[in-house]
Nanobody, 126 residues
Framework: QVQLVESGGGSVQAGGALTLSCVVS????????MAWFRQAPGKEREGVAF???????NYAYSVAGRFTISHDSADNAAYLWMNNLEPDDTAMYYC????????????????????WGQGTQVTVSA
């Protein structure tokens, strides 16, 4: 079974930075694209950053300019560099991967991704 293993969450003060990592455990699954989603208590899961194997990226408006997604095809891993964090960024962050091509306007749709991680908590205090 394919597993996505996330790490890097934690607690920081507003203005701080964190980097999340996501490694796909099964090398037979070469991800065509990967994304990060987040879900705050009482809210729906929302996409924040997306990357395809050509390096094309998409960002949610709320994180554009603060978050950067990258993909390491050799390691079959994705990373989310989060800077200037705000209290509204507090959520459980999930890594997602697809071995199929995902294109706009579907890059932030949950059903577009077959594989999901268990989530890593990010908490930003004021």
């Amino acid at each position: 079974q394919v597993q996505l293993v996330e790490s890097g969450g934690g607690s920081v003060q507003a203005g701080g930075a964190l980097t999340l990592s996501c490694v796909v455990s099964d090398d037979t699954i070469r991800s065509r694209c990967m994304a990060w989603f987040r879900q705050a208590p009482g809210k729906e899961r929302e996409g924040v950053a997306f990357i395809d194997t050509s390096g094309g990226t998409n960002y949610a408006y709320s994180v554009a300019g603060r978050f950067t997604i990258s993909h390491d095809s050799a390691d079959n891993a994705a990373y989310l560099w989060m800077n200037n964090l705000e209290p509204d960024d507090t959520a459980m962050y999930y890594c997602a991967a697809s071995n199929l091509v995902v294109q706009s306007p579907n890059v932030f749709r949950v059903p577009s991704f077959r594989y999901w991680g268990q989530g890593t908590q990010v908490t930003v205090s004021a």
